[in-house]
């Protein structure tokens, strides 16, 4: 096979979804496995090596984030009735969840404050633009919410995904670490908190610990998307 | 599993509606995942498929992230003059965020004598006061 033709057969593939929506699989899969292998450390978290492969697979081609998302849509868009399954985990716990609400509604609010506060706080310290600040502020907040939220605000909607998933995997990462840490078992607790900052993929990772800890982690997710979406825009205007 | 699949959807599409109709700041699948959440406590109970096709989806998860992650390359520029202000932003509020919440729901939560997942739980009940 001469480089032409296998230049061609690329051209070829790279127009279709396949290869994007394969390779995706692919790679996640490798991930997983190279996590799983290693023992589970953080840095080896399965969201960030596949996207750092990814990242370097399109560079090294070529292929711009347009032509890959054509076919990774296809995972992508199964956000969404993921979102509505995290009801059934919820269901399950229901019990548990209701005895605890207080706490639930205190812990909440602290945390969607903490979350907004600490970003605009320590961004605007280190001397990030408008722009970024408030792309940066619902960071913890589930992706399509807090894209929602940065464009009402007039940040960029695109550049809060990529908080949105950074943050997701620092938490998802380090938040179990912490938490050992602080030495928080109760896994109510723990999953809360790994909802609250850090969303979808913090309640991935709860989900991961126990069923009860990914029920209250989506619980945080939902809750905290509602919260930063009232919440932010009065303090951004308040800080004008 | 195709109806549970269709149930889910409905799901979404009723919340998408809800929200593009009723302005509120919620997206369609968080308003997807109440209603859902609403049926399954009148039904008072899972069905078995839809908790087959629920546990499917939410066992790779984070896979589902990976397309959106991958959307960092159209900000390279814009993050390479910002990297280390973003970074410490967004290391530090995390952190920060999961100690407090944690924290919080430790102190005030039912199950804060808990010392370990899953122990004992008739032990959490009635200490409220």
């Not at chain 1, 840095?43 to 996207?51: E, K």
């Not at chain 1, 990242?55 to 956000?79: C, D, K, P, R």
């Not at chain 1, 502020?137 to 939220?149: E, L, N, R």
């Not at chain 1, 840490?181 to 991961?208: C, V, W």
């Amino acid at each position: 096979m001469t480089p032409e033709t296998l230049s061609d057969i690329w051209v070829y593939l790279a127009a279709s979804p396949l290869l994007a929506l394969t390779m995706t699989l692919v790679v996640y899969q490798a991930a997983q496995w190279l996590y799983g292998r290693a023992g589970r450390p953080a840095l080896l978290n399965p969201v960030l090596v596949s996207v750092v492969c990814l990242v370097a697979i399109l560079v090294a081609t070529g292929t711009t984030y347009q032509t890959y998302f054509e076919g990774a849509q296809f995972i992508h868009f199964l956000l969404g009735p993921a979102t509505v399954a995290l009801a059934i985990p919820l269901y399950r716990q229901f019990e548990k969840v209701r005895r605890s609400a207080l706490a639930l509604i205190v812990s909440l609010l602290l945390g969607s404050l903490t979350a907004m506060g600490t970003a605009l706080g320590i961004g605007y310290v280190m001397g990030l633009d408008h722009v970024s600040l408030v792309s940066l502020a619902p960071k913890s907040v589930t992706a399509p919410v807090a894209m929602g939220i940065a464009e009402k605000l007039g940040g960029l909607p695109s550049l809060t995904a990529v908080f949105v998933i950074v943050t997701g995997i620092l938490g998802g990462s380090l938040g179990p670490l912490l938490l050992d840490r602080m030495k928080i078992g109760d896994p109510a607790a723990r999953g809360f908190a790994l909802g609250t900052a850090s969303h979808g993929i913090g309640t991935a990772r709860a989900l991961q610990e126990s069923e009860v800890a990914g029920a209250f982690s989506g619980l945080a997710m939902g809750l905290n998307a509602l919260a930063t979406a009232i919440l932010l825009p009065l303090i951004w205007s308040f800080l004008g | 599993m195709l109806q549970a699949l269709t149930v889910i959807l409905l799901c979404q599409l009723a919340g998408e509606i809800i929200s593009a109709a009723s302005g509120l700041p919620l997206p369609g699948p968080v308003i997807g995942m109440v209603i859902l959440f609403a049926s399954l406590v009148i039904r008072q109970g899972v069905p078995k498929d839809i908790g087959a096709a629920g546990d499917a989806l939410l066992s790779n998860l984070s896979l589902l992230f990976v397309p959106a992650g991958v959307g960092i390359l159209q900000h390279a520029s814009r993050l390479k003059d910002e990297a280390g202000a973003v970074a410490a932003a967004l290391v530090g509020s995390t952190l920060v965020t999961i100690a407090v919440t944690a924290f919080v729901m430790n102190r005030l939560g039912p199950g804060r004598r808990c010392r370990r997942p899953g122990s004992n739980p008739a032990e959490t009940r009635g200490d409220q006061g």
